[in-house]
């Protein structure tokens, strides 16, 4: 059964950097496409990046593009974002899934805040 432990959220200041991981485990990793989601107070779930399963294409929701960078290393079953001039508006939790799998993680905050 696939099982994600998204980390790396915090409080950042506008403009700051932080990296989200995501460990995967309980199922072919390698074999799928990757996305991160991001969920703020009071909206829908949004799909911020995905990563195919090989790492050879990512894609990103236009508000994030030029800003944020998706990355996966199948050896050790992670996928990461990197956030760059973070805005009061990417605060959200954000969840990392497997394309095509059903189960969620627990997710982790990201605050953006003076």
């Known amino acids: 059964q696939a099982q994600f432990v998204e980390s790396g959220g915090g409080l950042v200041q506008p403009g700051g950097s932080l990296r989200l991981s995501c460990e995967a485990s309980?199922?072919?990793?390698?074999?799928?496409?990757m996305n991160w989601y991001r969920q703020a107070p009071g909206k829908e779930r949004e799909l911020v990046a995905r990563?195919?399963?090989?790492?050879?294409?990512?894609t990103y929701a236009d508000s994030v593009k030029g800003r944020f960078i998706i990355s996966r290393d199948n050896a050790k079953n992670t996928v990461d974002l990197q956030m760059d001039n973070l805005k009061p508006e990417d605060t959200a939790v954000y969840f990392c899934?497997?394309?095509?799998?059903?189960?969620w993680g627990q997710g982790t905050q990201v605050t953006v805040s003076s």
């Open positions: 899934k497997a394309l095509g799998l059903p189960r």
């Open positions: 990563i195919t399963s090989t790492g050879d294409t990512t």
């Open positions: 309980g199922f072919t990793f390698s074999l799928y496409a």
